[in-house]
C-alpha cells in the first residue's frame, strides 16, 4: 500500500482537518504576501509617509502570522505524520518537541570537532527491542574570520546539516575512539593509523588508545563498515564514549519529504530517507550486538 494511503488511514478526521485547514492558512499568507509591499512601493511613489507606514505595519503583521502559521503547520507533520512514516523502518517513534540533551551528546560526541552554533530541529525516540535510539535533525555553524585592511570580519558558514544519534550500549567500553568522515579534521593529534586503505581513504580515527582501537576495527568490522556506506554512499561518522554510540552524517534531506497539495509526504524524498534510516540501524544493530557480552 502506498505511504500516502497508509497515513491517511491512521489519521482521525480531527487530525487530518488541521492538518489541510494549517497548510491552507499557510497557502493564503504565501499568496497575500505581495499586498503590503504592493501599498509600500505605491507609498514610496506618491510619497506618503502614511502609507508606507500602514504597509510596513502589514509586513511584519503578515511576517507574525506566517511565523505562527509555519509553527502551526509543522504540528501534524512533525507529531503524527512522520512518526507514522518512519514506522516503515523503527517501532514506537515518539516525537519530542524539545531536547536539551541532543546538544550534550552532540558535544560529548566529538563527531564535529569545530562549531559555534548548534540547532536542533526535530528529534524522535526510536525503540527497539534492546535499546532506544534517539534520532535528531542537526545542523550547526562554525564561525570565521578575514582581515582586510585592519578590520576583521566575522562570518559564519555550515559545517554540519544532517542526522545525529546516539544509543545506550548494553555494556561500558574500555577503548573510547571516533571515526570522523575524511576531511573534518584539522589537527592531526592523536590521529590513529589504519592499515585499510579503503576504510582510511573514507575515515579519521582519532584515539589515545592506538593498539586498543585497532583491536576493535578488525579487518572484518572495517569491510562491515564499508559495506553499509556503500548502500547510501554516505559516510557515516561514529564515536564509541564509554557506554554511547554516537553517529552522524551529513545528510541535509533528513526529515524533507513533505508532500504537496493533498498528499502527506513526497515518495521519492521519503524513499530516499528510509535508504539512510535503514543503514544507521545497521550500525546500529552492529555494534549493539558487539557490545552486548
Known amino acids: 500500500m502506498e505511504i500516502n494511503q497508509k497515513i491517511d488511514r491512521v489519521l482521525t478526521p480531527e487530525q487530518k482537518i488541521k492538518f489541510q485547514r494549517d497548510n491552507g492558512k499557510f497557502k493564503i499568507l504565501n499568496n497575500i504576501v505581495i499586498l503590503p509591499i504592493l501599498t509600500a512601493i505605491l507609498g514610496v511613489y506618491l510619497e506618503s509617509i502614511a502609507i508606507v507606514s500602514i504597509s510596513i505595519i502589514g509586513i511584519i503583521l503578515f511576517l507574525v502570522l ?65 535499546y532506544n535510539i534517539n534520532l535528531s535533525k542537526v545542523s550547526t555553524k562554525r564561525m570565521h574570520e578575514e582581515e582586510n585592511d585592519g578590520v576583521v570580519d566575522k562570518y559564519y558558514e555550515d559545517n554540519f546539516n544532517g542526522i545525529f544519534a546516539y544509543i545506550k550500549l548494553p555494556s561500558k567500553s574500555l577503548t573510547n575512539f571516533r571515526a570522523i568522515e575524511k576531511g573534518i579534521v584539522e589537527s592531526q593529534e592523536d590521529i590513529v593509523k589504519i592499515t585499510n586503505m579503503e576504510f582510511d581513504y573514507c575515515y579519521d580515527v582519532l584515539s589515545s588508545e592506538p593498539v586498543e582501537v585497532r583491536g576493535i576495527l578488525s579487518p572484518a568490522v572495517m569491510a562491515r563498515i564499508i559495506e553499509f556506506n556503500s548502500k547510501i554512499g554516505l559516510t557515516i561518522s561514529f564515536a564509541i564514549k564509554d557506554d554511547m554510540l554516537y553517529l552522524s552524517v551529513n545528510y541535509n534531506e533528513f526529515l524533507d519529504f513533505r508532500g504537496k497539495g493533498k498528499k502527506y509526504i513526497n515518495e521519492e524524498n521519503f524513499i530516499d530517507n528510509l535508504k539512510v534510516l535503514e543503514v544507521i540501524q545497521m550500525y546500529v544493530r552492529y555494534f549493539v550486538n558487539m557490545y552486548d557480552n
Open 66 to 130: 506566517k511565523i505562527t502559521s509555519f509553527t502551526r503547520k509543522n504540528v501534524i507533520f512533525d507529531e503524527v505524520i512522520v512518526p507514522k512514516a518512519l514506522g516503515e523502518v523503527f517501532e514506537n517513534v515518539k516525537y519530542i518537541k524539545k531536547d536539551d540533551a541532543v546538544e550534550e551528546h552532540f558535544k560529548d560526541s566529538g563527531l564535529v570537532p569545530i562549531y559555534n552554533k548548534f540547532k536542533m530541529y526535530n528529534s524522535y525516540i526510536v525503540c527497539e527491542d534492546k
